[in-house]
């Protein structure tokens, strides 16, 4: 696992600040994760404007490969308190959601999972998955009033 070279990070200031008081009590707890995340924090080139930074950031969507295989997954890495689903969510106390936070498109992480074993994630997507896109729109639809010309009722101005 270690023979992969560790890619750049950047975080946002915002997010540094809620990072490292989750890796901090984290640690607090022993777990081992907190120490893994503390590593990546010192390490991160913290960034004060958020908006020009395309890497992984807390509560947006990241799309990645895990190593080197066929399928991608995507989710949204929170802090733990804001999990919810391990369908949506990835915890940035967990061991991916640790190796994901910072990583640019493009860039290969080696981490270790929960169980030991080494694995290496690509990120492939900073874009929310295409079923989320279409999904928004719907309900952006279904919020627009709109008339079908077809439907009976009053057209323009009526009179008393």
Same mark, same amino acid.
């Given at each position: 696992?270690?023979?992969?070279?560790?890619?750049?990070?950047?975080? &946002?200031?915002? /997010?540094?600040?809620? !990072?490292?008081?989750?890796?901090?009590?984290?640690?607090?707890?022993?777990?081992?994760?907190?120490?893994? #995340?503390?590593?990546?924090?010192?390490?991160?080139?913290?960034?004060? &404007? &958020?908006?020009?930074?395309?890497?992984? $950031?807390?509560?947006?969507?990241?799309? %990645?490969?895990?190593?080197?295989?066929? !399928?991608?997954?995507? $989710?949204?890495? =929170? #802090?733990?308190?804001? %999990?919810? +689903?391990?369908? #949506?969510?990835?915890?940035? #106390?967990?061991? !991916?959601?640790? &190796?994901?936070?910072?990583?640019? =498109?493009?860039? @290969?992480?080696?981490?270790?999972?929960? /169980?030991?074993? +080494?694995?290496? !994630?690509?990120?492939?997507?900073?874009?929310?998955?295409? *079923?989320?896109? +279409?999904?928004?729109?719907? @309900?952006?639809? $279904?919020?627009?009033?709109?008339?079908?010309?077809?439907?009976? *009722?009053? $057209?323009?101005?009526?009179?008393?």
């Amino acid at each position: 696992m270690m023979n992969e070279q560790l890619p750049p990070i950047r975080i &946002a200031a915002h /997010d540094f600040h809620l !990072l490292k008081l989750a890796a901090l009590r984290a640690m607090e707890h022993r777990d081992p994760i907190g120490g893994f #995340l503390a590593s990546e924090l010192a390490r991160a080139d913290v960034v004060e &404007a &958020a908006d020009p930074l395309r890497c992984v $950031r807390l509560d947006n969507w990241v799309t %990645f490969r895990a190593d080197d295989g066929l !399928l991608l997954d995507s $989710r949204i890495p =929170v #802090l733990p308190e804001n %999990f919810r +689903s391990s369908h #949506l969510h990835v915890s940035i #106390l967990s061991p !991916l959601g640790a &190796a994901l936070i910072g990583l640019p =498109v493009g860039s @290969r992480m080696p981490y270790l999972g929960a /169980d030991g074993v +080494s694995h290496v !994630l690509t990120v492939e997507s900073l874009d929310p998955p295409a *079923g989320v896109i +279409s999904l928004q729109r719907h @309900r952006i639809m $279904r919020s627009v009033p709109h008339t079908d010309d077809n439907e009976p *009722g009053p $057209r323009g101005p009526t009179a008393a």
